[in-house]
């Protein structure tokens, strides 16, 4: 029986995961964007000569995954998205064509025919009016194309599988990403509670692009440049900092909400963990910001610690992979 595979499929990044032959787990990121071309023999062998992925589809030449920015850079025109807001993009046409052409470049073809594939899915959103119903049967499809049987895995969840085995798979796994920030509360492997908010990365460039009166591209680029948002060193830093600290306190006030809310929740014999994964904990400062939102509030879970993750734009294709071999043997 072939092992399982791994998928995470966010808005920015696509990760693929599987077991090699040792033992080790692989992992391979993808830039999750297209670029699309008029097809004609000279920009076909000039994409040949610098060896840029791309496929061909009709009369157009798809330019997939990173180097469709460094072609848009260099054309002067944006690149294109399968997602967005964390979910597949339903006004984006080619999107669901070119998102079977990015999987194939992350997964490979199945080792066998059926081979399970668990992808990571966003759980149904707090505060948006919309269900991933169709976002995680566009993705079964795509699998389903390539030879892969697919399996949905909450993105949170798959955060606990990567990172706390060593608690038994009991804690907060937090999956901090563009569109959305994805939160599952575990017991011994169980989801007690998994939910998804819409405010994430993209909602911190949006409001910092606001209050600057800038575009958003250059609001980006200033939140990833390597700032600390325990120390901002200008006003444009102090913008990042003041929505990334709302945008903490928003989420611990949902899983607070959340928690008490519900009828049936596992008692903690002791305090638990809280390990945040995605691109958007990965900015500096994170953790310790979140500590302090974390004691302004009288939060219903006893903590232990917070922390990030080992690889954080990994952390949620290595738990889908982790999830699924469990599962199977
Ligand atoms: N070094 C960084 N500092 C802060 N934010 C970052 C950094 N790198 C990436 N990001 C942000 O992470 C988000 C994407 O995270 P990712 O986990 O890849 O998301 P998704 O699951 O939506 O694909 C974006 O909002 C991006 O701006
Ligand atoms: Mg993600």
């Known amino acids: ?66 180097s469709a920015f460094e072609l848009a850079n260099i054309m002067n025109k944006t690149v294109r998205r399968p997602m967005q807001d964390g979910v597949m993009s339903p006004g984006e046409a080619d ?46 499809g795509a699998l389903k194309n390539l030879g892969y049987t697919g399996k949905p895995m909450n993105e949170g969840h798959a955060v606990v ?46 409001n910092v692009a606001q209050v600057l009166g800038i575009k958003v591209n250059r609001a980006t680029a200033i939140k990833e440049k390597g700032i600390n948002i325990n120390k901002p060193a200008n006003r444009e830093e102090e913008a990042v900092c003041i929505y990334y600290r709302n945008l903490i306190n928003y989420t611990l006030v949902n899983i607070k909400n959340k928690f008490e809310k519900a009828e049936q929740m596992p008692q903690f014999p002791e305090p638990i963990d809280i390990v945040c994964a995605g691109g958007s904990s990965m900015i500096g400062g994170f953790v310790d910001v979140f500590k302090e939102e974390l004691k302004k509030l009288s939060f219903p879970i006893p903590i232990n610690t917070v922390r990030l993750a080992d690889e954080p734009l990994y952390a949620t294709a290595r738990g889908c992979l982790l999830a699924g071999l469990s599962e199977v043997e």
């Open 1 to 66: 029986m072939g092992k399982v595979k791994g998928l995470d499929v966010g808005t920015m990044n696509l990760v693929g995961s599987e077991q090699g032959a040792d033992g080790k787990i692989k992992l391979k990121l993808m830039r999750h964007t297209f670029l699309d071309i008029e097809a004609n023999s000279f920009t076909k062998s000039m994409l040949k000569k610098q060896k840029v992925q791309y496929a061909e589809m009709g009369n157009k030449v798809y330019i997939l995954g990173d």
């Open 95 to 140: 999107a669901v064509p070119i998102f079977g052409l990015l999987i194939d470049a992350v997964l490979g073809k199945p080792d066998e025919k059926g081979q399970l594939c668990y992808y990571s899915v966003p759980a149904d959103p707090v505060d948006a009016n919309f269900n991933i119903v169709y976002h995680s049967s566009v993705i079964a």
């Open 161 to 206: 599988f990567a990172e706390l085995g060593d608690k038994d798979f009991t804690g907060i796994g937090i999956s901090a990403g563009g569109g959305m920030f994805n939160i599952c509360v575990a017991y011994k492997t169980i989801p007690a509670i998994s939910f998804a908010t819409s405010r994430a990365g993209d909602w911190i460039d949006k």
